[in-house]
């Protein structure tokens, strides 16, 4: 099959949604446009504007690193220590090898020995999934370490088959609150900074050809924490769904995007104080993380789930529930 771009070279990737196939050259060429096009469109950031890329180690976030610094973008790379036994380390190792590398400036925190928050353990003495408590750790940091060190701006590698996964668990439960920030771009607000997903016009599997052909060494294994998770699920549910049509996942989430998301915005004024241990932004005394720790640093017991449902995370990004878990999601508070 010849390139549908160039016409000239053979294809190397096929991207049906598209109706394309690309040789290399227009494949990345392809990949710079849509991230172009998904920062223009949505006024994520400017030329001169210094953004932090909040990199994991796989794929996705250093393709992300790598296709903003070589759009010209003074891209700085977030990597967060999540305490994670035999995946943590290795993580790091990459995002720090692809810093070396293009001579990127990294910053590096660690949430088990700066915060005694490691999300093995964490998870172990609360009654919290991995990923939830991973979830908060993360959104948590990501606002206060840009903050610290001057960003503005925080870009995750979130992309198509993440963004439509979330809308579907959203939607199955009708998480309207999560529904009306689940957005590209979530504006500045009351000492929460911008966040942004330049990646959410591209698949999964272009992710790993962008990485292959550009030479990113990433890592290639999931967390292990997230055995299970729903959020796995759906991503097959919804690749079942693209195999026999598609387009499906792409039409689901801009269509969502264009013509449903703005019924969902609250615009119910909610009133942020400051941390009265760290500062950050939250609706109650102390913040759900600081909470977080106090509740780790507590002899163990058992401990119930009461508690009102604070609001949404901003980003529109549920709780994740593992399979196992029949309990209902519970929004953490920002
Ligand atoms: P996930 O929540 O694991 O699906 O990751 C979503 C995005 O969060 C990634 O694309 C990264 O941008 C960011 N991210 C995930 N893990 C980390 C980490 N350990 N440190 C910094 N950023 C991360
Ligand atoms: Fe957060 Fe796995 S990356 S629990
Ligand atoms: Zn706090």
């Given at each position: 099959m010849r390139c549908t771009k160039c016409r000239g070279q053979e294809a190397c990737l096929e991207v049906r949604r598209h109706n394309a196939a690309f040789c290399e050259a227009c494949f990345l060429e392809f990949f710079r446009d849509q991230v172009a096009r998904a920062i223009e469109r949505h006024k994520?950031?400017?030329?001169?504007e210094p953004v932090l890329v909040a990199v994991s180690g796989g794929k996705d976030s250093l393709a992300l690193w790598d296709v903003l610094l070589d759009l010209g973008y003074d891209a700085t790379g977030f990597y967060i220590?999540?305490?994670?036994?035999?995946y943590s380390e290795p993580s790091r190792e990459k995002c720090e090898a692809f810093a070396a590398q293009r001579g990127a400036r990294l910053i590096v925190t660690d949430l088990e020995s700066e915060?005694?928050?490691?999300i093995a353990a964490t998870a172990q003495r609360t009654m919290r999934t991995p990923c939830s408590a991973c979830g908060l750790s993360k959104r948590y940091l990501f606002n206060k370490v840009a903050q610290e060190h001057g960003f503005r701006v925080v870009a995750t590698g979130h992309n198509l088959d993440d963004e439509a996964a979330t809308l579907f668990g959203n939607v199955l439960r009708w998480q309207t609150g999560y529904l009306g920030r689940q957005a590209p771009v979530l504006a500045e607000e009351d000492g929460f900074i911008r966040k942004v997903k330049p990646?959410?016009?591209?698949?999964e599997r272009e992710m790993a050809a962008y990485c292959v052909l550009r030479g990113i060494d990433y890592?290639?294994?999931?967390?292990?924490?997230?055995?299970?998770?729903k959020s796995l699920l759906f991503k097959d549910v919804l690749n079942q769904l693209e195999a026999v049509s598609p387009g499906t996942k792409q039409s689901f989430l801009f269509g969502f995007l264009e013509k449903a998301q703005p019924l969902f915005e609250e615009h119910e004024e909610v009133e942020l104080r400051p941390c009265?241990?760290?500062?950050?932004?939250?609706?109650?005394?102390?913040c759900a993380f600081c909470r977080l720790r106090a509740e780790v640093a507590q002899p163990k017991r058992r401990r119930g789930r009461g508690g009102k449902a604070a609001r949404a995370p901003r980003d529109g990004t549920p709780e994740p529930a593992t399979a196992a878990s029949a309990l209902p999601l519970v929004s953490p508070e920002s």
């Open positions: 994520m950031f400017r030329r001169d220590g999540l305490g994670i036994p035999g915060y005694g928050l490691g990646l959410y016009r591209l698949a890592i290639v294994d999931e967390c292990p924490m997230s055995k299970g998770a009265g241990q760290c500062g950050q932004p939250t609706t109650a005394e102390l």
